[in-house]
Structures are given as C-alpha cells and as structure tokens.
C-alpha cells in the first residue's frame, strides 16, 4: 500500500502554560463533537501553543468561538500515513529536499505496523508541496 498525503488545515492557540490546560481544551471540543486528526502542543516559556488539526473547520471554529478561545488564522500542514518500514519519512523528506522545498517543523510515530507523520513547509511552499508529494485535500 502507497503512503497516503492529506493536505490538511491547521490552526494554533497560545495558553498558560500549566497542568491541565491542554485537557481542558481537548475536552472542550470533545463535548462540542469535534473531531481532532492530530494534536501538536510544546511550551513556549510561560506559555504552551498548540496547533490543533480538525476534521472539519468550520465545527472547530464554531468551538473555539463559542469557549472564547483565541485561535490563528487557518494555516496548512500535510499528514501522511502508511505502512511502518524502514526510511518510509526519509522518503517523504527526501521528495521534498529533491524539490528545494524547506521542512520547517515534523512529527513522526510508529504504531504497529502503521506510521503517520505531520510535515510542515513554509506557506509560499505549500502548493509545491502537495504537488511533490501527491496530496489530496
């Protein structure tokens, strides 16, 4: 089977950075039914950004509004999933350093047999990309 590229929105929020803060937003879409492909948090100092990547936009904005939750505008990232092997996100890396294209931040985990990666480019990259990578929206 061919590893799958998704060409996926993403937005991001800057919280507190302390205990529980994360599992209360989660919990928080959880209740208003959205649905999270991925979830990338770090600290950033005395605060924590997370960049949330939903399933439907539009149901995750109506969320975040509703929790008074400041978010960015909506930026683009690739998720990408396959069979676990041995250089499966060297190749995905490979086809994009091939094309002169940046990978600005990645994320990558194996489960079982399975692995998916996020893979983020600079916003003046992002076509380029999907096309290198064969993307679908």
Do not use: C
Not at 10 to 34: C, H, S, W
Not at 63 to 68: E, L
Request: aromatic share 8%; glycine share 8%; proline share 3%.
């Amino acid at each position: 089977m061919a590893d799958a590229v998704r060409r996926v929105d993403y937005y991001y929020a800057t919280l507190p950075n302390r205990a529980g803060q994360g599992a209360r937003i989660l919990d928080m879409f959880r209740k208003e039914g959205v649905n999270l492909l991925a979830v990338h948090a770090f600290p950033d100092g005395n605060k924590a950004q997370i960049d949330f990547f939903p399933e439907d936009s539009r149901a995750f904005l109506r969320a975040a509004k509703k929790a008074d939750l400041k978010v960015s505008p909506r930026r683009t990232a690739f998720l990408v999933r396959g069979k676990d092997r041995i250089g499966a996100v060297a190749k995905v890396l490979g086809k994009l350093g091939d094309a002169g294209i940046n990978v600005t931040a990645l994320d990558a985990v194996a489960m079982g047999d399975r692995y998916g990666a996020i893979v983020w480019v600079r916003r003046d990259k992002v076509n380029r990309a999907a096309r290198v990578l064969g993307a679908k929206r």
